[in-house]
Structures are given as structure tokens and as C-alpha cells.
């Protein structure tokens, strides 16, 4: 099946620890990004790589680090974790030339941070 | 981006049309509209986009005002999966690094009932 893929789905760990979520996208996109859901349903944009190079980085913590080895990956890591990273994660995929960007979704990955 | 107004919440009837309507009146001349929606616990999917003429394509039509200060999401025979938060989403087409983030606001909850 062509899709963005995450892996784990479900994520539970203790304050303190450091932990990765992998995303794979084989829809021949160039352009992947990183979302957050939180408990208030609030969907915002963290990170964006385009050919494996930074494009977007909005204001989160630096514990965060965001991987891509090559176009088809983006992988987030988060050190020391916290209360507060609790939350569902999303990751996306799209073309970086297309006229309206039609951004495609993973299945999320919920982070529970005890 | 220009910012967007929805309804908190709406219901349809299963098999009528639901007409989910978005304020967005200090849209720019180069923003484009674009609806996404999410289904309980799963990714936001893309549906529809348009800049200024209506738009149409097997999930659903979009109309745009004339003065493209507000727009309709329709779907024409709801189903009870269309059962979603829809979020109306308005951003500069293009390349460049912000251009290609998506702002969801808190969108509109459509409940389609049987």
C-alpha cells in the first residue's frame, strides 16, 4: 500500500527517558513534516525537511531533534522527556513543487508520558 | 495566513448534504482555501482546495464567495463516516519554507446521524 507510515503506534515511557517515533512515506515525496496533536486537539506544525534539509522549524524545545536520512524518512527523536510531550504525533508527506501541496497524513503515534 | 472562522459543531442527516461554511475575510490575493478533515483518531486527510472559482472532485464541492471572504465545504450525500472534524485552512500556494505549513484552527465537528 502506498502511505506515510509511523512506527510504534502507541508509545508509553517514563519522564526522563529518551525515545524515537520512525516515519516512512513510499509515495515518491520529497517533503515530510512533523505535526503535534495535543489533549486539546490543537494541531500544530513542528518541523518540516525537504531533501533531507530543514525548512521549517517552529518555536519547540531543542530535546526534540528531528532525523532524516533520506527522502523517504523523517524520524523524531525527544530526549529527556516530559509530562507536557504527551501527545499524539503526526507525521506527513507531499510534493515539494506541487501547486497546492496536498500534504498526506500518517496514522499518529500516541505519546504518554508517565 | 489569513485566519479562519468555523462553527464549533454541526449535525446532517444521513444521505442529505452537509454545508460546512468557513470565514476567512482577510484572505489574501495569492491564498488559496483548503479543506482537510480527521476522523477520530486517525491522520488529517486532504479533500479539496480552490483560489477563486468553485471547485468539485469525488469527495466534495467547494464554493467560494465572490469576494472570496468565506467559502462552503459541501458534501453531498453524507454518510455516517463522514463523521469528522473539518478544518477550512487558508495558505499561500508555492514553493518556499513557511508557505508549506498548514495552521489548523479548532474546525468545525460534523456529525452525520443515521
Known amino acids: 500500500d502506498t502511505a506515510v507510515s509511523q512506527t510504534p503506534k502507541y508509545l508509553v515511557t517514563q519522564m526522563g527517558n529518551d525515545k524515537s517515533i520512525k516515519c516512512e512515506q513510499n509515495?515518491?515525496?520529497?517533503?515530510m513534516y512533523w505535526y503535534k496533536q495535543d489533549s486539546k486537539k490543537f494541531l500544530k506544525i513542528m518541523f518540516s525537511y525537504n531533501n533531507k534539509e530543514l525548512i521549517i522549524n517552529e518555536t519547540v524545545p531543542n530535546r526534540f531533534s528531528p532525523k532524516s536520512p533520506d527522502k523517504a524518512h523523517l524520524n523524531l527523536h525527544i530526549n529527556s522527556l516530559e509530562l507536557g510531550d504527551s501527545a499524539v504525533y503526526f507525521c506527513?508527506?507531499?510534493?515539494?513543487?506541487?501547486?497546492?501541496?496536498?500534504?498526506?497524513f500518517g496514522p499518529g503515534t500516541r505519546l504518554t508520558v508517565l | 495566513d489569513a485566519k479562519t472562522t468555523q462553527p464549533t459543531s454541526m449535525d446532517c442527516a444521513e444521505g442529505r448534504a452537509a454545508n460546512l461554511p468557513c470565514n476567512h475575510s482577510?484572505?489574501?490575493?495569492?491564498?488559496?482555501v483548503y479543506w482537510y478533515r480527521q476522523i477520530h483518531s486517525q491522520g488529517p486527510q486532504y479533500i479539496i482546495h480552490?483560489?477563486?472559482n468553485n471547485e468539485t472532485n469525488e469527495m466534495a464541492s467547494l464554493i467560494i464567495t465572490e469576494d472570496r471572504k468565506s467559502s462552503t465545504l459541501i458534501l453531498p450525500h453524507a454518510t455516517l463516516r463522514d463523521t469528522a472534524v473539518y478544518y477550512c485552512i487558508v495558505r499561500v500556494a508555492g514553493s518556499g519554507g513557511s508557505n508549506y505549513k498548514l495552521t489548523f484552527g479548532k474546525g468545525t465537528l460534523l456529525t452525520v446521524n443515521p
Open positions: 482577510t484572505i489574501s490575493g495569492n491564498e488559496y
Open positions: 506527513a508527506s507531499s510534493h515539494w513543487t506541487s501547486e497546492y501541496n496536498e500534504q498526506f
Open positions: 480552490g483560489l477563486k
Open positions: 509515495l515518491g515525496h520529497d517533503t
